[in-house]
């Protein structure tokens, strides 16, 4: 099996459908109108790396047969792409200690939503995971069990968050601006997973036409749209979209490679 980027989850932080909403979309019967919040596996038979634990990870896991962990890569601490981190212990076992890579101000506020995760054990009373929080600076690429991670710097809003490139392949969500570098370092790549929340304007996500502008810019072999909201049918949008952009679905692979 050669390296794939599995897309485990593809919607916005509410997912698709969103509770107790009625609209087309929401009650659709079709699978690819069905997002749980997004995240990303990069894996093979001899690596295992999550891309956030998103809210809904532990059902992510289960139906993707995840068995064990090497390391997890945080784009930044909003609920939709950590919910997940204290179901992590389950592949503790299989896993040891696994490594947490996060920006150092993100890091801050994982210790404030999971704070009993630094309590000693007296205190919470309860499990924990088995993390080790590390702290990285953007465009300092780093070995993930043999595989070179560069994180990128990205704007969501004004909040600094994370994307990642690996091997001919880069992920980035919830971005609403990139600096001049990460569009730099981003050039050449294959695959471009970038987050486009819907057609209407956004203040901290990039809208369609935002993100159609930015794979311009880029300039990918091919582009997938992630985090998008329940205003967006799969099928009405996926027609529209130009040439070598696509919008994901859950489960969706791609072949990871180079180097
Ligand atoms: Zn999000
Ligand atoms: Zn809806
Ligand atoms: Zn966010």
Redesign the pocket.
């Known amino acids: 099996m050669s390296l794939k980027l599995t897309l485990l989850g593809t919607g ?2 509410h997912g698709v459908p969103e509770i107790a909403c009625q609209c087309l979309v929401c009650t659709s019967t079709n699978p690819r109108n069905k997002r749980l ?2 995240s990303a596996w990069l894996h093979d038979e001899k690596h295992s790396i999550l891309i956030d634990a998103s809210a809904d990870f532990r059902q992510q896991a289960l139906q993707h047969h995840m068995r064990r962990l090497d390391a997890i890569l945080l784009t930044h601490a ?1 609920h ?2 950590i919910g997940g981190l204290d179901d992590v212990r389950a592949l503790n076992a299989t896993s040891g200690r696994i490594p947490v890579y996060v920006l150092g101000s993100e890091a801050e506020r994982i210790q404030r939503t999971f704070y009993y995760f630094f309590e000693p054990l007296a205190q919470r009373g309860g499990g924990i995971p088995d993390i080790d929080l590390i702290k990285v600076p953007a465009f300092h690429a780093f070995l993930v069990a043999g595989i070179s991670v560069l994180p990128l710097l990205a704007f969501h809003g004004t909040l600094c968050i994370l994307g990642y490139r690996f091997h001919n392949t880069a992920y980035l ?2 971005v609403k601006t990139l600096p001049d570098e990460t569009v730099d370092q981003l050039k050449g790549v294959d695959h471009l997973v970038i987050n486009a929340l819907r057609y209407r304007q956004h203040s901290t996500h990039m809208n369609i036409d935002e993100t159609l502008d930015m794979i311009k810019r880029i300039a990918p072999k091919k582009a997938y749209l992630i ?1 998008t909201t329940h205003d967006l049918d799969y099928d009405a949008v996926n027609a529209e979209l130009p040439e070598g952009v696509e919008l994901a679905y859950d489960g969706l692979e791609i072949e990871v490679s180079g180097e």
């Open positions: 916005t932080s919040r997004t909003h939709d792409h969500t919830d985090h």
